[in-house]
């Protein structure tokens, strides 16, 4: 019998399983009220622009195109919508600076690829979205914690990651509505945070997919907007703007998009190459119909709903959350972060939830790169309806009071 563990490469140890993919199993146990998963939606998704689309493509004279290999780059016709997005947000690009990718998740692996020598540094959030931990473990980095606000010195973000034997290669965060915690970084700190990358020399990876899942306050500009303004433009920007159509349009298409300078677009698209060779041409020319003719009205209406789930939710936090537990209230996004009373672990209470008051939660530990936390976790409210949401959460609400009570 062959012994796999011998074989494998020695990354493959820092490889882990998604607490929150093993979650969304929960959803198919219908008396559970699942709070868990970080997913659209799928009563709102456009089905009928994407149905419509595709029957043009394959019953018109490109479905032959659509049906073959493509650039790996990326269709220029999505590419070109891209390019007019980023625009509107204040990023001046062109065709040359996006890549598409099969999600944006495939984004942070290729980054991950392109930067990370073993024993390099990553500047993180903390906590920060566990996907791009997994993406960036196999390239075997360090972490540091990279907190808005904190002002440390660059020198002593340098001499941390020299003492790991590596150099700090990128700062990577989530701006708006960051998963998981459901906060905004504001205008100074965007701006700071790229004062501190260009005195530590290294990228900025902006990864942004809640952009567009804005429900109060004024929208912000990208840190790549400012960082084109401030360097003299794209091409001299040391920032990497990550989107991505699963929140905004379908997650199933797996499409998404990296904009940044040409020369590390070129490295990326070598990346591609090595990898899938493109992403599927079919769900790009669907999906560059659908943005061209439905993004703007679309996501006014599903941000409309979202909106209403997420006040629904802060709404029944207040009404059923016992002393000594907080929580986020975010401007947009998806997730509310709690924060539990010191001593309780959220996994422990998870596994109590489950098999009493049926409500499913993803524990926040696993956010933290060093495995610290475990006193928070973390709630979706894009897909419950008011009734739900106020019946789980107070049920929640009478678990975590028990708790707190029977350890007094």
Known sequence: MTTWESLYARRASRMRASEIRELLKLL?????????????DQALFPAEAFKAAYQEI??????????????????????????????RLGVECGPENILVTSGSQQGLDYIGKLFLTEGDTALVQWPTYLGALQAFNAYEPGYDRLDPGANRPAEDYAAIAREKGGRIKFAYLSP???????????LAERQRLLALAGELSCAVIE????????YDGEPLPPMLALDCEASGGINNARTLYCG??????????????????????????????????????????????????????????TNAVYKSRRDAMLAALERHMPAGVSWTRPEGGMFIWMTLPKG?????????????????????????????GANTLRLSFSCNDYQKIEEGISRLGRLITETVTSKL
Not at 207 to 214: N, Q
Not at 255 to 274: E, F, M, P, T, Y
């Open 207 to 214: 990864d942004s997919p809640y952009e567009a899942l804005r």
């Open 344 to 372: 309780m672990d959220a996994a422990t209470l998870l596994e109590t939830s489950i098999e009493t008051a049926r409500v499913a939660f993803v524990p926040g530990r696993a956010f933290h790169p060093d495995g610290t």
């Open 28 to 40: 198919d146990q219908p008396d559970v009220i699942n709070f868990a998963g970080g997913i659209p």
């Open 176 to 186: 708006d509505f960051a998963n998981p915690t459901g906060l905004t970084v504001d």
């Open 58 to 87: 394959l019953a018109g004279p490109d479905a032959g195109r659509a049906l073959q290999y493509g650039m790996s780059e990326g269709s220029a016709r999505l590419r070109n919508w891209i390019v007019n997005h980023m625009r």
């Open 244 to 301: 991505s159509f699963s929140k905004s349009l379908s997650p199933g298409l797996r499409l998404g998009w990296i904009c940044a300078s040409a020369d590390v677009i070129s490295r990326l698209v070598l990346i591609k190459q090595a990898s899938d060779l493109n992403s599927p041409v079919l769900n790009q020319e669907a999906m560059a119909r659908v943005a061209e003719n439905v993004f703007e009205a679309h996501t006014a209406k």
